[in-house]
């Protein structure tokens, strides 16, 4: 357990639908990074939250969006969701450096 | 050019064989250099990091950076079936406007016994 939670492990959904993903950080980190695994695109950064603010956006999709809430857990919302947005998604903390603590992803399928 | 550029193999070898593992990058103001291991089905977790040109090693493996050619390697000696995972490259400019992770997409690796 690398002490990062996400939830759910594992989602199946229609196209056009929304989902939400939640993320959990290790204790005491203040960074929530969000990146998207699919097998020709590799690892994609999508978005950070430092501390309950934005602070470096990737190449996140108008359709999706995120927020950390003061208890530092983060929430990944993906909308109106194509085939295409079927990939791993993951979550990693960090304090104030690079060695970045992945949890184990939620795998999302769009039907 | 990509920002990130690595051999996504795959790679097979015999138990006990040296692997090398590299990647590019095309970015001068890169200077952190991590490598991360990926298990089928889990998150990358952190297997080396450094910032400097030079070598590092811890136990069987040695992370070796040249910033010069701008190029990375991660070297696994004695390898062990155990050590069959996918392998991700991963560079940042901590400080700069980019807070995060570029990440190369990963050589897999597979240990024969």
């Known amino acids: 357990d690398s002490g990062v939670t996400q939830t759910p492990k594992h989602l199946i959904t229609a196209t056009g639908q929304r989902v939400t993903l939640r993320c959990s950080p290790r204790?005491?980190?203040?960074?929530v990074y969000w990146y998207q695994q699919s097998l020709d695109q590799g690892l994609q950064f999508l978005i950070q939250?430092?501390?309950?603010?934005?602070?470096a956006k990737g190449n996140i999709l108008e359709r999706f969006s995120a927020q950390q809430f003061p208890d530092l857990h983060s929430e990944l919302n993906l909308s109106s969701l194509e085939l295409g947005d079927s990939a791993l998604y993951f979550c990693?903390?960090?304090?104030?450096?690079?060695?970045?603590?992945f949890g184990s992803g939620t795998r999302l399928t769009v039907v | 050019q990509k920002e990130v550029e690595q051999d996504p193999g795959p790679l097979s070898v015999p138990e006990g064989a040296i692997v090398s593992l590299n990647c590019t990058y095309s970015?001068?103001?890169?200077?952190?250099f991590m490598w991360y291991r990926q298990y089928s089905r889990k998150g990358p977790e952190l297997l080396m990091y450094?910032?400097?040109?030079g070598n590092k090693e811890d136990g069987r493996f040695t992370a070796q950076v040249d910033k010069s050619s701008k190029y990375i390697s991660l070297f696994i000696r004695d390898s062990q079936p155990s050590d069959s995972a996918t392998y991700l490259c991963a560079i940042g400019d901590y400080g700069g406007s980019q807070g995060n992770l570029i990440f190369g997409k990963g050589t897999k690796l597979s240990v024969k016994p």
């Open positions: 204790s005491g980190d203040l960074s």
């Open positions: 939250y430092y501390n309950g603010e934005e602070r």
């Open positions: 970015n001068s103001a890169f200077q952190y």
């Open positions: 990693a903390s960090t304090y104030a450096s690079y060695g970045y603590t």
């Open positions: 450094t910032y400097s040109s």
